[in-house]
T-cell receptor
């Protein structure tokens, strides 16, 4: 089945550091990828929609200058948390939709990245 | 816009007992419905989906769900649970007409705790 690889799975870094998270679709092409954020014991909240070759669409309340998204190819989207602070600590999950599938194809999720800012 | 309500934040159940996890949604348009399972520190795995057709949907790991349009519900069921079913379960909807994005709206999740 479709596989989405997310890297790194866990990162700990100092406050003020920028952190890049990669999301790759391994066996399919994805024109659209989604980035979600999940706080402990809470649901997933959509942060932004990443579109290949164009600017990302951010949800209300998400700082686009804080969370930089780049979708340079049909198999890779990156999320960079710039100048990260402890309040940015969270579980970040990406998902991708197979471009070749029918319009109701469900999303395929990565395994998530646990980000801890000290 | 859509919303999803999972009424039970936690459901404790004994091994081999049946279980039902409740999900209700609201939307002004037709939606697709999904159930996902999340194990600790992992992403989401699709259990089953309702797109159209038969309202009773069978998924992986012995789970099934029934779409009830009049009650706007999509409850998840399993006749006999195992310890390994302990996880977080999320109900989600996708706007049928949102051809541009198709982002998912998730419920708050239900923690299924299977006890021996």
């Amino acid at each position: 089945g479709a596989v989405v690889s997310q890297h790194p799975s866990w990162v700990i870094c100092k406050s003020g550091t920028s952190v890049k998270i990669e999301c790759r679709s391994l066996d399919f092409q994805a024109t659209t990828m989604f980035w979600y954020r999940q706080f402990p014991k809470q649901s997933l909240m959509l942060m932004a929609t990443s579109n290949e070759g164009s600017k990302a669409t951010y949800e209300q309340g998400v700082e686009k200058d804080k969370f930089l998204i780049n979708h340079a190819s049909l198999t890779l989207s990156t999320l960079t948390v710039t100048s990260a602070h402890p309040e940015d600590s969270s579980f970040y999950i990406c998902s991708a939709r197979d471009v070749s599938g029918i319009s109701n194809q469900p999303q395929h999720f990565g395994d998530g990245t646990r980000l801890s800012i000290l | 816009a859509q919303s999803v309500t999972q009424l039970d934040s936690q459901v404790p159940v004994f091994e081999e007992a049946p279980v039902e996890l409740r999900c209700n949604y609201s939307s002004s348009v037709s939606v697709y419905l999904f159930w996902y399972v999340q194990y600790p520190n992992q992403g989401l795995q699709l259990l089953l989906k309702y797109l159209s057709g038969s309202t009773l949907v069978k998924g992986i790991n012995g789970f099934e769900a029934e779409f009830n349009k009049s009650q706007t519900s999509f409850h998840l069921r399993k006749p006999s649970v195992h310890i390994s079913d302990t996880a977080e379960y999320f109900c989600a909807v996708s706007d049928y007409m949102d051809t541009g994005r198709r982002a998912l709206t998730f419920g708050s999740g239900t923690r299924l705790q299977v006890q021996p």
